[in-house]
């Protein structure tokens, strides 16, 4: 007899291979088993997951991962279709190969500093270089540079850079949320989330972002 879940993982994510004709809430408890059975593989982890072998409602969907969430530790961030998957691969390859590229750039232009982990809620930390950052700056941290600020992680906190006046800094980030950004003086717009659902099928992955300042005025964009 088949299995009626098998779960597969990727570099984007889990997938979730079910029978198809199971009933659903059979088909639920089967899901929950398999995940409790696989938690010490994935506990306290965060990924996107799709679906494959049954057409689901969204509220199935929604079912399904409100139950995972409930029983595990693990986290779903999102749910993404089959050629979502594959798109949302070659867009994280593209910003990462794109943020090196502006890592390498700022240590190129002054000479750089690296800051190898996260920072902790309250901590503030400044440099006359350009940072580079392998970690995340939550809410409440701050980073303040004379030059450019490069997060290859999420920004949450607070980034000041260009702090020496030079409005040719930047700030970038694989995940650009930060709750206050300055550049050169120049204070950006806030940066507002969707307020969709969390697992809506629109619901994209976060985007690399980059802040650059010009005639006064911060613009944020797409590294991609």
């Known amino acids: 007899m088949s299995q009626a879940v098998i779960i597969k993982s990727s570099k984007c994510g889990i997938n979730l291979v079910l029978d198809a004709g ?13 995940f409790k059975e696989s938690e010490k593989f994935f506990a306290n982890a965060s990924f996107a997951i799709s679906f ?10 929604y079912q399904i991962i409100d139950a995972i969430m409930a ?25 990462e190969q794109e943020l090196q590229q502006r890592a390498a750039e700022a240590e190129q232009k002054v000479k750089g500093s690296f800051y190898y982990g996260s920072l902790t809620e309250g901590e503030r930390l400044e440099t006359a270089e350009s940072i580079v950052i392998i970690g ?31 409005q040719d800094s930047f700030i970038s980030a694989l995940d650009f949320a930060p709750e206050s950004y300055n550049i050169a003086g120049i204070y950006g717009e806030p940066v ?5 659902s969390l697992f809506s099928k629109r619901n994209k992955t976060p985007l690399a972002m ?3 300042a010009s005639a006064g005025i911060i613009s944020v964009s797409p590294l991609n």
């Open 136 to 166: 995340d700056v939550p809410h409440g941290a701050s980073v303040v540079s004379q030059s450019d600020i490069v997060v290859l992680g999420a920004l949450k906190g607070s980034a000041y850079a260009g702090m020496s006046g030079n």
């Open 192 to 196: 507002h989330k969707s307020k969709n």
């Open 71 to 95: 029983e595990t530790s693990i986290k779903i961030l999102c749910i993404m279709e089959e050629d979502e998957i594959r798109d949302a691969i070659i867009r994280q390859k593209m910003q």
């Open 210 to 212: 980059i802040a650059t």
């Open 22 to 34: 199971l009933p659903f809430q059979e088909l639920l408890d089967e899901i929950l088993s398999r």
């Open 52 to 61: 494959e072998g049954r057409d689901l409602t969204d509220e199935e969907k």
